[in-house]
């Protein structure tokens, strides 16, 4: 396996490093000193939307950096895992840059979803207007009432009554939700309980503006609300849609999920490198620029040997997200599960591990909001969470490397 860039990324990564470098770090700090100062907090309705970020990826779609996850030319950048990699990974060292060049999530999942298992109308309907980042998504799967790692566990249901399907059920963390150009969720219900557990569920695009989606209230995490994407929790009350509203048709909806969250793990883990650098980038600068007791503080307390060890567990953690993106382009996502396990253990908590540790140098402008150290350890934190908890992909993991060993991976001996 080859992880060089090809002449192709090399391309990109400098024409996105420039643009992040000239266009992007200049607005940031403002960006989230007027959310912050805005104080609109969990009132939605009352979101605002920067027209600096708009006003960039206007500029950036111009510019062809747009919609590089998906690999068919002329839809996305037609890029393999592999080559996009490092591009999202440059992506991650800004909180705001992946959606200026309209690769974030939950919208990239959802533009996947569409495009992998979408109808033509509703790629027209949706998939289009997402693609030119004129709309946002949500997606609606985890549940506040079952244990969610499970997703065989939905409890909401998408039941089909003649020529509709009627959702009922409650969803939260609906990320996305918030944002005043959010326009469609999916949605993932329970449609057949007599099925096997693989094939019960269902996906079903929602319009929001549909009668009976009623946005309860948006959830902080550590206190903030992520204006103006926002994760919300939802209420679907006797909503009525068309069949043709089902993405694939009844019962697909595990299977959408697998297609969806392979990918969608591996970005976030290649968006978490980024940010870990640009954590450590601020840890030495910090270190460098303060003294104490007549020395930098870099120079103090083993710190020189904490910075190695971080560099080493960075370099650790590039290499298998790379190992699993070149295993997601060999043989697909669902091949490629306990790479892409493994991957979403490791990147998470070593980023947690570098902005902790840079947290430190910083003492307490670290938990300020003078720099982004602080939503970045949110960023991270959640991330040991969302798309699985590590305990789950531990446990997949486990059962898969047991499996070698002719054993089935269930604890039980019956």
Not at 166 to 188: D, E, Q, T, Y
Not at 273 to 282: K, S, T, V, W
Not at 316 to 341: F, H, M, N, P
């Amino acid at each position: 396996m080859d992880f060089s860039h090809s002449p192709k990324t090399k391309d990109y990564l400098k024409r996105i490093e420039t643009f992040m470098r000239e266009r992007v770090a200049p607005v940031e700090a403002a960006h989230f000193s007027e959310m912050m100062n805005a104080q609109r907090g969990g009132d939605w309705t009352r979101w605002k939307i920067n027209p600096e970020i708009e006003r960039l990826k206007k500029e950036a779609q111009a510019e062809g950096l747009w919609n590089l996850f998906l690999p068919e030319e002329g839809v996305g950048a037609g890029l393999s895992n592999v080559d996009y990699a490092p591009l999202c990974e440059a992506m991650g060292r800004s909180l705001i840059a992946p959606e200026i060049f309209n690769c974030n999530a939950p919208d990239t999942g959802n533009m996947e979803v569409l495009w992998k298992y979408g109808s033509e109308e509703q790629k027209a309907t949706w998939l289009e207007p997402l693609l030119r980042g004129e709309i946002r998504s949500a997606f609606c799967m985890t549940e506040p009432a079952v244990a969610s790692s499970d997703a065989t566990n939905m409890q909401a249901t998408a039941t089909v009554e003649g020529d509709e399907v009627v959702l009922n059920g409650r969803k939260w963390w609906s990320s996305g939700i918030g944002h005043p150009h959010c326009r469609v969720a999916i949605f993932m219900g329970l449609t057949d309980p007599e099925a096997d557990r693989h094939h019960r569920h269902s996906m079903v695009l929602v319009p929001l503006d549909t009668p009976g989606v009623k946005i309860e209230r948006m959830l902080p995490v550590f206190n903030e609300y992520d204006e103006p994407f926002g994760h919300g929790e939802v209420l679907f009350d006797n909503v009525r849609l068309p069949k043709s509203a089902f993405i694939q048709g009844p019962g697909k909806g595990f299977e959408i999920a697998q297609g969806r969250l392979g990918p969608g793990r591996i970005h976030h883990c290649m968006r978490a490198l980024g940010a870990a650098e640009r954590a450590l980038q601020l840890m030495i600068e910090r270190g460098l620029s303060r003294e104490a007791f007549g020395k930098s503080i870099i120079h103090l307390g083993g710190n020189r040997e904490r910075i190695a060890d971080l560099r080493a567990a960075i370099d650790q953690a590039r290499l298998l997200t790379l190992y699993a993106a070149w295993k997601i382009d060999q043989v697909g996502a669902l091949a490629a599960l306990t790479e892409i396990s493994a991957i979403k253990v490791v990147a998470p908590n070593v980023l947690q591990q570098v902005i902790d540790e840079a947290i430190q140098m910083h003492g307490g402008c670290g938990v300020s909001n003078d720099v982004p150290l602080a939503a970045m350890y949110a960023q991270a934190r959640v991330l040991r969470i969302v798309d699985g908890p590590d305990a789950v992909h531990r446990g997949m993991m486990a059962r898969m490397e047991l499996g070698k060993y002719g054993h089935s991976g269930s604890r039980s001996r019956k």
